[in-house]
């Protein structure tokens, strides 16, 4: 696990340097710099494979013909390696050099043989011309932008901004998506003219332009599987071993994530049976009891037998950390739980420098809420707006707003504003922050009147329009999680909360292999009647206690709603009432005082701006 950057055309090998510098903690163990006047390459190490010298990059090939730099990890490497061993000498163990043989052999095509998660740059001295390419799930982070005389990539927006070429303005269309999502989706990001490389996309750069970008990979639920249930089961059972067993290759220490939910759990049964020593397994727990399941993880580990680490995250200790974390992100994110997802990263980077993780599983098996929400939604479908918003009124009148996590005023609040638009529009308006009703009186007139997609929520159609029409409501809806809120929410949060703690995170149920699998199934074998996870927990059956398979989900929440009232009111009052050139002051008094009397829970509303100002403050936008 690494951070790259580099660039074509103008520039130097102290710009390269600057740029790599921005996000060494992505790789704090060396760094290395490749300058050549067609272009400049920059590594900065998290030496995980082969961890000699000879791994280090920007790699060579033996002809001198390619080099690269390569984030991430190839899982089917050995065999691959196996395979071009006849054909190619290799001067390392590391799967890096395995990349590089492979596009000698394959070119473009090399992306169909790789299993892993990965974002890389190879530049051929022959033709040339740069490719850049990102993993099928958009794992590792790739940003990439076009100027007058250059073309510049890095892992992460910051390292772009030290080119000097690049040009720092703000993207509005972004900053209303944002308000929407809770972050900025796949391909925009927060600066003009800086973009995100798709998941399972490559480029191809030539005279400093991208002269191709395309699809290499795509979801596809129309490879229906005819297996039986019980079969599925065991193939899966079969598919999770051998991708968690791959992902235990290591030659620095490895560990577990291991929150007490049945993911982790089961990633860590895996992890265990496939391991001759003691796992080690890490978790966090809350003074807040309505957000603390630390009991659970233990309960798992003692089951397991596994050597398990748990460390309380305090109230002080978390608002510490957002004045830790907020200046470091990259682009504003409002996901709350970035915060002990990244003190859970520093916990376990004391122990190990590898862990693996239970994301994505929710996604393939129809884990969150708003999949059995979707059971409830038929008597509101066709009801007026103008009903949806009585009945909302009627709820908050009723109902005191309360702190715990998902409580119920919140649930019905967030469950009832999904009619308030589109019905394509469902989930996000179950998921996100601000209707659009709400940014059209939180932006000034101007800069609303500015905006191409007054919604934000265009997206959402344009993701729609690329699933196939075969496909049924529930694989859309599927695709839709694939392509938004996991790739640039989850695995955004994973990414850097672990990487800011130099430590590399790998995630199983994202397994090529396992996600093919699943994507075959009919829905009833994810989700049946109101039973998420329908397969998994089957699998799980005598691995697990019961108690784990089959206790309601509570996410990785903190207790913001209280802390917006008492610990962060002053810090969120100062920053939300700074003027600036985008919002109505009346607007955001309104939403705050609402709050602040317990009126309404505007908790995701106020977070959203108080992380987006702090981010304009620290950018200097």
Not at 392 to 415: C, E, P, T, Y
Not at 463 to 470: N, Q, R, Y
Not at 472 to 491: G, V
Not at 571 to 580: A, H, N, P
Request: glycine residues 4%.
């Amino acid at each position: 696990m690494c951070g790259i950057a580099g660039f074509t055309g103008w520039g130097d090998e102290q710009i390269a340097r600057n740029m790599i510098q921005a996000i060494k903690y992505r790789g704090p163990d060396s760094t290395g710099v490749f300058a050549h006047s067609e272009f400049t390459f920059a590594f900065a190490r998290l030496a995980i494979i082969d961890l000699r010298p000879e791994g280090n990059q920007p790699m060579m090939s033996a002809d001198k013909r390619f080099i690269i730099v390569f984030n991430g990890e190839i899982y089917n490497y050995q065999s691959l390696r196996k395979e071009l061993e006849p054909h190619f000498s290799f001067n390392s163990l590391s799967d890096t050099e395995v990349l590089l043989n492979l596009y000698a052999r394959d070119g473009v095509n090399m992306l169909q043989s790789i299993n892993g998660m990965f974002a890389f740059a190879i530049y051929d001295f022959e033709k040339k011309e740069l490719f850049v390419a990102r993993d099928r799930m958009g794992k590792k982070p790739l940003y990439y932008t076009t100027t007058n005389n250059s073309f510049v990539f890095a892992s992460e927006l910051k390292a772009i901004l030290q080119h000097p070429s690049v040009t720092k303005k703000l993207n509005t269309e972004a900053v209303n998506q944002y308000l929407t999502f809770d972050y900025v989706p796949t391909p925009s990001s927060i600066v003009q003219n800086v973009f995100k490389l798709e998941a399972g996309q490559y480029l191809i750069a030539k005279n400093n332009q991208v002269t191709k970008k395309e699809s290499y990979w795509q979801h596809d639920f129309s490879r229906h599987n005819p297996i039986s249930f019980n079969d599925a089961v065991h193939q899966l059972d079969n598919l999770l071993n051998d991708a968690v067993k791959s992902r235990l290759m290591s030659d620095v220490p490895l560990g577990v994530f291991l929150s007490g939910g049945l993911d982790s759990s089961a990633v860590a049964y895996y992890a265990q049976k496939n391991s001759t020593q003691k796992i080690k397994t890490f978790s966090i727990g809350f003074e807040n009891k309505s957000y603390d399941e630390a009991s659970y993880a233990l309960q798992v580990s003692q089951h397991l037998s596994t050597e398990h680490y748990t460390e309380i995250l305090s109230a002080q200790r978390t608002l510490d950390l957002i004045d830790e974390i907020l200046p470091v992100l990259d682009e504003p994110f409002a996901d709350a739980s970035l915060i002990p997802t990244y003190f859970l990263s520093r916990h376990t980077r004391h122990f190990v420098t590898v862990a693996l993780g239970g994301d994505g599983s929710d996604e393939l098996m129809a884990g969150y809420p708003t999949f059995i929400s979707n059971y409830f939604k038929g008597p509101f479908a066709n009801l007026p707006k103008p009903f949806i918003r009585t009945l909302m009124s009627f709820f908050k009148g009723v109902l005191k707003a309360s702190d715990k996590n998902i409580s119920l005023d919140f649930k019905i609040s967030q469950f009832l504003r999904g009619f308030l638009e589109s019905p394509d529009h469902i989930h996000q308006l179950w998921l996100g922050s601000f209707l659009p009703e709400e940014k059209k009186a939180l932006f000034l007139p101007e800069i609303y009147s500015s905006l191409s997609d007054k919604s934000g929520l265009s997206i959402i159609d344009n993701c729609l329009k690329t699933a196939k029409g075969e496909w049924t409501d529930f694989e859309k809806t599927s695709y839709y999680y694939y392509q938004t809120y996991l790739q640039d929410d989850i695995l955004v949060k994973v990414d850097r909360a672990s990487m800011y703690n130099s430590l590399e995170v790998r995630a199983p149920f994202l397994d090529k292999n396992v996600v093919e699998f699943l994507n075959s199934l009919p829905k009833n074998y994810k989700q049946k009647g109101l039973e998420s996870k329908h397969i998994l927990k089957k699998l799980m059956e005598g691995k697990l206690p019961d108690n784990i398979i089959y206790r309601s989900k509570k996410g990785f929440g903190i207790p913001l709603s209280h802390w917006i009232r008492h610990e962060l009111k002053n810090s969120i009052q100062e920053t939300l009432f700074e003027k600036d050139d985008l919002f109505d002051k009346k607007f955001i008094e309104k939403i705050f005082s609402e709050h602040q009397s317990k009126k309404t829970n505007h908790r995701k509303l106020i977070w959203n701006l108080f992380v987006l100002k702090r981010f304009l403050s620290y950018y200097h936008f």
